[in-house]
T-cell receptor, first 110, second 113 residues
Framework: SQQGEEDPQALSIQEGENATMNCSYK?????LQWYRQNSGRGLVHLIL?????REKHSGRLRVTLDTSKKSSSLLITASRAADTASYFC??????????FGRGTSLIVHP | GAVVSQHPSWVICKSGTSVKIECRSL??????MFWYRQFPKQSLMLMAT?????????EQGVEKDKFLINHASLTLSTLTVTSAHPEDSSFYIC?????????FGPGTRLTVT
């Protein structure tokens, strides 16, 4: 079964707006990571949040983790056209095999 | 920065030839490596799991004789696509897992002509 599942599947916003995407998972984790993938390109590691952390910031990125709800959110503030990409979450740690959802496809219109 | 590297990042080969993709963990020891493939506009699908020094475990529908995986050390795993065909054209991504960390490589795009 899939461990990471992102929603929404697609998100279309205007430049300057904030974008929020969510990830749900099923089992306990040591950490959760968010990745970006531009069309036809590889995965780019964005941020890692550990299970004992609740919130983490990196530039315009803000990630929250709620282990009681087994969910995480990624917020991109003041979005730019260059943020257009697919975003995936992946969970780390434990004995399960990490799997990806389809990701959230973000389109930022200039 | 990236802690898992893949080489090459992009390769074009002729049908019938074999291609080897390397996956290296740069600053941690990956006791387990995972290999995924991704078709255009699709999710990453797990192909196989390998533990250092052991034979890989393949997911259902993945031909082990076609996709040879070697995990000879704690920092290196290789995927060899043997007798490649155009339908093997895809994006291949590896992931390394240590005691507490897990990271994904940037991917290798394989095009078979």
């Amino acid at each position: 079964s899939q461990q990471g599942e992102e929603d929404p599947q697609a998100l279309s916003i205007q430049e300057g707006e904030n974008a929020t995407m969510n990830c749900s998972y099923k089992t306990s984790i040591n950490n959760l990571q968010w990745y970006r993938q531009n069309s036809g390109r590889g995965l780019v590691h964005l941020i890692l949040i550990r299970s004992n952390e609740r919130e983490k910031h990196s530039g315009r990125l803000r990630v929250t983790l709620d282990t009681s709800k087994k969910s995480s959110s990624l917020l991109i503030t003041a979005s730019r056209a260059a943020d257009t990409a697919s975003y995936f979450c992946a969970t780390g740690g434990g004995s399960y095999i990490p799997t990806f959802g389809r990701g959230t496809s973000l389109i930022v219109h200039p | 920065g990236a802690v898992v590297s893949q080489h090459p990042s992009w390769v074009i080969c002729k049908s019938g030839t074999s291609v080897k993709i390397e996956c290296r963990s740069l600053d941690f020891q990956a006791t387990t490596m995972f290999w995924y493939r991704q078709f255009p506009k699709q999710s990453l699908m797990l192909m196989a799991t390998s533990n250092e020094g052991s034979k890989a475990t393949y997911e259902q529908g993945v031909e082990k004789d076609k996709f040879l995986i070697n995990h000879a050390s704690l920092t290196l795993s290789t995927l060899t696509v043997t007798s490649a065909h155009p339908e093997d054209s895809s994006f291949y991504i590896c992931s390394g897992r240590g005691d507490y960390e897990q990271y994904f490589g940037p991917g290798t795009r394989l095009t078979v002509t």
